[in-house]
C-alpha cells in the first residue's frame, strides 16, 4: 500500500515539474485580461492603468510605434519586458523582450518554457532555427504569436511577439 503512494506521489512531482514552467509562462506572457489586438489607444489605457510612455518610441513598418511599457513578467529566470505598439490608433503589436547575455544558458530555457507554452495554447509550431537564432510561430485566428532567441556577438535575447494578421495579395509581394 505504501508503495503505492510513493508512486502517487512520484507522478505528481512529476506531473507538477513538467507542467509548471508552461503554466509560468502562461501567467506571464498571454495578452493581459481586457486586452485584444486592434482596439483603440484609450481603451488600452483604460485596460491596463499603470502603463507608462515609452520616451523615445521604436518606430517599425506600417507605421507601428512602441508607445507604451507594461510591468516585467519573469519567464525561466528572465525579466520580460512588454511594449505595446499602435498604429492608426489601435493596438497592433504587443511584444515582450527580455535580455539574455547574462543568463548561464543565454536564454536557452526561456526560450523552450516558451515553444512549450505556444504548443499547449496554439498546437504545433512552425519552426525554424540557424546558428544564432531560433523561431517557433503559431497562427490563431487573425493573430500571429512567436518566440525568438537570438544568440550572436551582438548579444543574447529572447522575444515573444503578438502581433494582427496581415495577409498580402500574391501581386504585392
Known amino acids: 500500500m505504501r508503495c503505492l503512494s510513493v508512486h502517487r506521489s512520484i507522478r505528481l512531482l512529476l506531473l507538477a515539474a513538467l507542467l509548471g514552467p ?10 493581459p485580461p481586457g486586452v485584444r489586438l486592434g482596439m483603440a ?20 513598418s506600417g507605421g507601428l510605434s512602441g508607445l507604451w511599457r507594461g510591468a516585467p513578467a519573469s519567464v525561466a529566470g528572465l525579466l520580460f519586458e512588454p511594449v505595446y505598439y499602435l498604429a492608426g490608433g489601435q493596438l497592433r503589436r504587443v511584444e515582450w523582450v527580455a535580455a539574455a547575455q547574462a543568463a548561464p544558458d543565454l536564454g536557452a530555457a526561456a526560450f523552450a518554457e516558451l515553444v512549450a507554452w505556444g504548443r499547449g495554447q496554439f498546437g504545433p509550431e512552425l519552426a525554424s532555427s540557424d546558428p544564432g537564432s531560433a523561431y517557433a510561430a503559431w497562427v490563431q485566428g487573425e493573430v500571429d504569436v512567436y518566440a525568438q532567441h537570438v544568440n550572436n556577438a551582438r548579444g543574447a535575447s529572447v522575444r515573444l511577439v503578438y502581433k494582427a494578421r496581415q495577409l498580402k495579395d500574391a501581386s504585392e509581394l
Do not use: S, Y
Open 22 to 31: 508552461a503554466a509560468g509562462a502562461a501567467q506571464a506572457q498571454e495578452l
Open 41 to 60: 489607444a484609450e481603451d488600452l489605457q483604460a485596460a491596463l492603468p499603470g502603463l507608462e510612455r515609452v520616451q523615445r518610441p521604436q518606430r517599425l
